[in-house]
């Protein structure tokens, strides 16, 4: 099933950009989807994009389309997120997590990281 | 994008109530719908997927139903441990959408 361990708290300014790891450990970190979540206070949950590293190439939503950035690094079994030009709106918990297959394409999540606040204050 | 809808948005219930939660989607999704659990300061944990299928390690009281756009989640005798907030999330498309939650305390 694996782990997935996320870097810490961050505070950042508006208009700064934030980058959040996300290291896997206990699987082979190529072959499954790694995807993030976010929830803000008191918010529900909220699906930002995901990425198969061995491919390389995420897919985002579109409300993040040109805000966010999702990579992959292979060699050290590390995704990352990065998030620029923050409004207040984007405080918010950030968690990873592995998409795992079930009936050919049905996905579920699972593990999720311990999950990364970032907070957005000037 | 596919809308999800959960009633109640919270609900008290008694140790040993039977609970029920529905998840609604805009558009027909097979079973590929899942169900997580929230505890507060904890990330999310996947109880049910593909509707029906009970994830390994989490205890059989729980259970799914439902397919197309009404989907059901059972918890027959609520425990202690069962207190927390339930989310409904589709798996049919991206992007991928979670209902807004349903919060269970105690009564």
Redesign the interface.
Known sequence: QGQLVQSGAEVKKPGSSVKVSCKASGYTFSSDTI?WVRQAPGQ????MG?ILPVIGTA?Y??QFQGRVKITADVSTSTAYMELSSLRSEDTAVY?CVKE?Y??G??????P????TLVTVSS | DIQMTQSPSSLSASVGDRVTITCRTSQTISTYLNWYQEKPGKAPKVLIYGASSLQSGVPSRFSGSGSGTDFTLTISSLQPEDFATYFCQQSYSTPFTFGPGTKVDIK
């Open positions: 995807s529900g949950l909220e699906w995901g897919d939503a579109q968690y795992m079930y009936s394409s049905g996905r579920r999540f699972d999720w990281g311990q999950g």
